[in-house]
């Protein structure tokens, strides 16, 4: 059964804010560095998501990228599998190179950094996420890992004790009679679905980069190779850089979800996304957005939001 948009990982907000910036401003190295971490860590997500699907004589069910909240706290899930009336909670590191453990905290090797500690994070995601399922009146047990995807990652001192599978350890683990021989049942359904539901999308990062409007470049990006487009008919764009066509509609749906992520507190009015895309006319702004978004107030005041 397919829980879209959850099965499979999601690229996460840092990625797609970065590369709704990419061609609007000039990042810092600082910039740089966490969008290369962010998208680290999304292929990570993403080799394990693979690997399981490969191991898995049956259709696993799985679900992955969750932002969920519990006691006014919210908190972010790797991976979640329901097997045999327990969920197994993953959180995906993909680290490479030596790190040791000293007096109960984390370094890289590499200069002797001290680095968060995954285990702190998954215990905080554990107990939030025990209290969400009591709040469903859920009594599944869970049961905890770190899981470290890149086979070049080492790890010194870490106690057998530790809720941990290393790359070599995986196949090993998640044997061919690990995944329980039935299909998921009506209440594994359920429970995926409710856990689904209470996806909380507008859960932000701390870390992304700082940029205000006024700053950005204006205009309509390319999809294919986010070049920016120029006006070619009354009814086409196309991208001063491939060559591509489109029609203005599509290209300006797809300037405002760029600016709906970049601004999420930002409401849509025609004078704002008119700006934002910079070689487009108020009329055939007002036009798109009349066909697609439900219009809201009157006047100076009219703004639209998504149709229900």
């Given at each position: 059964?397919?829980?879209?948009?959850?099965?499979?990982?999601?690229?996460?907000?840092?990625?797609?804010?970065?590369?709704?910036l990419?061609?609007?401003?000039?990042?810092?190295?600082?910039?740089k560095?966490?969008?290369?971490?962010?998208?680290?860590?999304?292929?990570?997500?993403?080799?394990?998501?693979?690997?399981?699907?490969e191991?898995?004589?049956?259709?696993?069910?799985?679900?992955?990228?969750?932002?969920?909240?519990?006691?006014?706290?919210?908190?972010?899930?790797?991976?979640?599998?329901l097997?045999?009336?327990?969920?197994?909670?993953?959180?995906?590191?993909?680290?490479?190179?030596?790190?040791?453990?000293?007096?109960?905290?984390?370094?890289?090797?590499?200069?002797?950094?001290?680095?968060?500690?995954?285990?702190?994070?998954?215990?905080?995601?554990?107990?939030?996420?025990?209290?969400?399922?009591?709040?469903?009146?859920?009594?599944?047990?869970?049961i905890?890992?770190?899981?470290?995807?890149?086979?070049?990652?080492?790890?010194?001192?870490?106690?057998?004790?530790?809720?941990?599978?290393?790359?070599?350890?995986?196949?090993?683990?998640?044997?061919?009679?690990?995944?329980?021989?039935?299909?998921?049942?009506?209440?594994?359904?359920?429970?995926?679905?409710?856990?689904?539901?209470?996806?909380?999308?507008?859960?932000?990062?701390?870390l992304?980069?700082?940029?205000?409007?006024?700053?950005?470049?204006?205009?309509?990006?390319?999809?294919?190779?986010?070049?920016?487009?120029?006006?070619?008919?009354?009814k086409?764009?196309?991208?001063?850089?491939?060559?591509?066509?489109?029609?203005i509609?599509?290209?300006?749906?797809?300037?405002?979800?760029?600016?709906?992520?970049?601004?999420?507190?930002?409401?849509?009015?025609?004078?704002?996304?008119?700006?934002?895309?910079?070689?487009?006319s108020?009329?055939?702004?007002?036009?798109?957005?009349?066909?697609?978004?439900q219009?809201?107030?009157?006047?100076?005041?009219?703004?639209?939001?998504?149709?229900?």
């Amino acid at each position: 059964m397919d829980f879209t948009p959850h099965d499979k990982p999601l690229p996460p907000v840092a990625m797609r804010v970065y590369k709704a910036l990419r061609s609007r401003k000039v990042f810092t190295e600082e910039d740089k560095a966490l969008y290369v971490s962010a998208k680290r860590g999304y292929d990570g997500e993403l080799k394990f998501y693979h690997f399981l699907k490969e191991v898995s004589s049956r259709d696993p069910l799985l679900l992955h990228s969750l932002s969920l909240e519990s006691n006014n706290s919210k908190f972010q899930i790797d991976s979640l599998l329901l097997n045999d009336q327990s969920i197994y909670l993953f959180e995906v590191k993909n680290f490479s190179g030596d790190y040791y453990i000293r007096n109960n905290n984390w370094y890289a090797r590499s200069g002797n950094k001290e680095i968060n500690n995954p285990f702190i994070q998954l215990k905080r995601s554990e107990s939030l996420l025990r209290q969400l399922l009591s709040s469903l009146n859920i009594s599944y047990s869970i049961i905890p890992y770190v899981v470290f995807i890149n086979s070049e990652f080492t790890l010194f001192n870490a106690s057998m004790n530790l809720p941990l599978l290393f790359h070599s350890q995986l196949r090993r683990f998640f044997h061919r009679d690990f995944f329980q021989r039935f299909p998921p049942s009506e209440t594994d359904r359920k429970i995926a679905t409710l856990l689904t539901k209470q996806h909380k999308e507008d859960v932000r990062p701390d870390l992304l980069p700082q940029y205000t409007f006024d700053e950005l470049r204006k205009g309509v990006k390319c999809s294919g190779c986010e070049g920016f487009m120029e006006l070619a008919t009354t009814k086409t764009l196309k991208c001063n850089f491939c060559g591509v066509f489109e029609s203005i509609d599509k290209g300006v749906l797809r300037a405002i979800d760029e600016f709906c992520l970049l601004f999420p507190q930002e409401r849509i009015t025609t004078s704002t996304i008119a700006e934002w895309c910079n070689i487009l006319s108020k009329r055939t702004i007002r036009r798109v957005l009349s066909k697609f978004y439900q219009r809201n107030g009157n006047g100076k005041a009219t703004y639209y939001t998504f149709k229900e």
